[in-house]
C-alpha cells in the first residue's frame, strides 16, 4: 500500500520561513509532488522531485532523500496569499490491472500565514 | 480547451438517484484521473485512464461507481443509486504523456445528496 504522513497544520509569520515535511511508504516510488490548494478552489501543480536534492522554483523550493523516504516544501518570504493547503503525493508504479503510474496524495498540511 | 472543465459545478440529488458527473480534459493530454475530496480532507484516487482504456479500477469505492471515456477525450464518472456518504467534490485531472506527477486539474463538482 502507499501511506504519506504530513503535519495538519502549521502556522507562519508574513516574511518567514516555513518548512513542511512528508514522510512516505510507497512501493514501486519513482517521485514526490506538491500541490497547492486555496480554500475553494482546485489543486495546482507545485515542484516534482525525482532524484534526491533541492529543486528550487522562485520562493518555492522541494527536497528528496530517497533513502530516508522523506521530503519537504520550503517556503520563503511567505506572503498572505501562501495560507493554503499543501499536499504531498507520491509518483508511484501500480501493478494492478494492466499496470500503471499513479500518484497517492496525502492528507495536506494546512499553512495560516499571518501578519 | 485552455484547461480542464467539468460539469456540473454542483449537484443536489436524492438519495437512490444516479448522477453523471462529465469532465472535459486539456486537448492533448493522453491521461485522465478522476479524484473524489471530502470536506478537509486529502484526494481519494478514484480510477485512472490513458487513451480509452482504464488500466487501474481498483479506487473505485462500489460497483455503483463506472467511468468511461470517448475519443481519448471527455470522461464520464457515474454513480448510480447515490448514499450520502457519496457527498464529496469529485475532480477531474488530465496530463499529457507519462508527466504523471505534474496533474492539471479542473475546478471540480460539489455533489451532495439529500
Known amino acids: 500500500g502507499q501511506s504519506l504522513e504530513q503535519p495538519s497544520e502549521v502556522t507562519a509569520v508574513e516574511g518567514a520561513i516555513v518548512q513542511i515535511n512528508c514522510t512516505y511508504q510507497?512501493?514501486?516510488?519513482?517521485?514526490l509532488s506538491w500541490y497547492q490548494q486555496h480554500d475553494g478552489g482546485a489543486p495546482t501543480f507545485l515542484s516534482y522531485?525525482?532524484?534526491?536534492g533541492l529543486e528550487e522554483t522562485g520562493r518555492f523550493s522541494s527536497f528528496l532523500s530517497r533513502s530516508d523516504s522523506y521530503g519537504y516544501l520550503l517556503l520563503q518570504e511567505l506572503q498572505m496569499k501562501d495560507s493554503a493547503s499543501y499536499f504531498c503525493?507520491?509518483?508511484?508504479?501500480?501493478?494492478?490491472?494492466?499496470?500503471?503510474?499513479?500518484?497517492?496524495f496525502g492528507k495536506g498540511t494546512k499553512l495560516s500565514v499571518i501578519p | 480547451g485552455a484547461g480542464v472543465s467539468q460539469s456540473p459545478s454542483n449537484k443536489v440529488t436524492e438519495k437512490g438517484k444516479d448522477v453523471e458527473l462529465r469532465c472535459d480534459p486539456i486537448s492533448g493530454h493522453t491521461a485522465l484521473y478522476w479524484y473524489r475530496q471530502s470536506l478537509g480532507q486529502g484526494l481519494e484516487f478514484l480510477i485512472y485512464f490513458q487513451g480509452n482504456s482504464a488500466p487501474d479500477k481498483s479506487g473505485l469505492p462500489s460497483d455503483r461507481f463506472s467511468a468511461e471515456r470517448t475519443g481519448g477525450s471527455v470522461s464520464t464518472l457515474t454513480i448510480q443509486r447515490t448514499q450520502q456518504e457519496d457527498s464529496a467534490v469529485y475532480l477531474c485531472a488530465s496530463s499529457g504523456g507519462l508527466a504523471v506527477w505534474e496533474q492539471y486539474f479542473g475546478p471540480g463538482t460539489r455533489l451532495t445528496v439529500t
Open positions: 503525493a507520491c509518483e508511484w508504479h501500480s501493478y494492478s490491472g494492466a499496470g500503471s503510474y499513479q500518484l497517492t
Open positions: 522531485n525525482a532524484l534526491d
Open positions: 510507497t512501493s514501486g516510488f519513482y517521485g
